[in-house]
């Protein structure tokens, strides 16, 4: 039952009133035909030990309308597992991760910390499909959104300072290509692992026109430079941020809960349900052999 969510808990709090009137009903006193309410309690007592009216209802009949009760409410309260069969919802609310790997970064120990940061990440987001990108003077895609965070993170173990070939640092372009990646989904996120290098204004351009697809902006900043290398703004990637935020190094765990609690499946109750398949109807059928028991009693 790995992955067991509830769909609609709040219905869990009709449990609490249901107990309440299962407690009465063991409370309630033997049913006398309606002779109770003529005769005094003694009399009752009386005509009961010698056999005259009819006893209590053994525990297991007064039980059944609460636990009849107790399952639908169970049964609206939506238990569902993921589905495997929702390939349309592959792409929905990816997270693409556009890692810099720049002679700056790449030459110098920002190569493991942009390492450290892609695989982190990308494990903490597990639970939404996630892309990479990777850019120096060009960017490439190295992987499309996805749920196999497995082979991501291999394909991250493997970068070296001779992945990208050329010099130079262009974000905007690593932007470009997320645009074109992340176009057509109602919620996004773009995360750029960077020391800053090469944020120009065709950079801000392009996280402009992202933002204005509904995908939001955070970066990672790498503090471990190549030597010799020019140092960048220090509020480089703050001026890329769109709806996210600019992040040291160190606030790694920070930026991936942040992103967590931002997925939009999570929020979205339509797109939750069509990943999950909802037992509730089929554990509502369990509520029928204690309803049939009663019916048949009243027949």
Request: a positive charge; glycine letters at 12%.
């Amino acid at each position: 039952m790995d992955g067991l969510i509830l769909l609609r808990p709040l219905w869990l709090l009709a449990l609490l009133p249901l107990a309440g009137l299962a407690g009465l009903r063991l409370m309630r006193p033997p049913d006398a035909g309606g002779w109770e309410r003529v005769m005094g309690r003694d009399m009752l007592r009386a005509m009961g030990a010698l056999g005259h009216l009819g006893g209590r209802q053994p525990l297991w009949m007064r039980l059944l309308a609460p636990l009849a009760l107790a399952v639908l409410t169970l049964g609206l309260a939506g238990p569902a597992l993921p589905r495997s069969d929702a390939p349309v919802l592959a792409q929905a609310d990816a997270v693409v991760l556009a890692v810099d790997l720049s002679p700056s970064v790449a030459a110098g120990a920002g190569l493991d910390q942009a390492k450290l940061a892609a695989a982190g990440l990308a494990q903490a987001l597990s639970g939404r499909p996630v892309g990479l990108i990777l850019y120096g003077g060009e960017a490439f895609t190295a992987s499309a959104p996805t749920l196999d965070i497995a082979t991501l993170q291999t394909q991250i173990g493997v970068l070296d300072g001779g992945t990208m070939p050329g010099k130079g640092s262009r974000p905007a372009a690593a932007i470009g290509m997320a645009a074109q990646m992340l176009a057509g989904l109602p919620r996004a996120d773009l995360v750029l692992i960077s020391d800053g290098g090469g944020v120009d204004r065709q950079a801000v351009a392009e996280a402009d026109r992202l933002a204005a697809q509904g995908a939001r902006i955070s970066a990672l900043r790498l503090d471990g430079r190549a030597p010799g290398a020019p140092a960048a703004p220090a509020d480089a990637l703050d001026r890329l941020a769109r709806g996210g935020a600019a992040m040291a190094w160190g606030d790694m765990d920070a930026l991936a809960a942040r992103l967590a609690r931002s997925g939009g499946s999570t929020r979205d109750p339509v797109l939750r349900a069509l990943q999950y398949r909802d037992l509730g109807p089929w554990l509502a059928l369990l509520a029928l052999p204690p309803l049939l028991v009663m019916l048949r009693r009243q027949e």
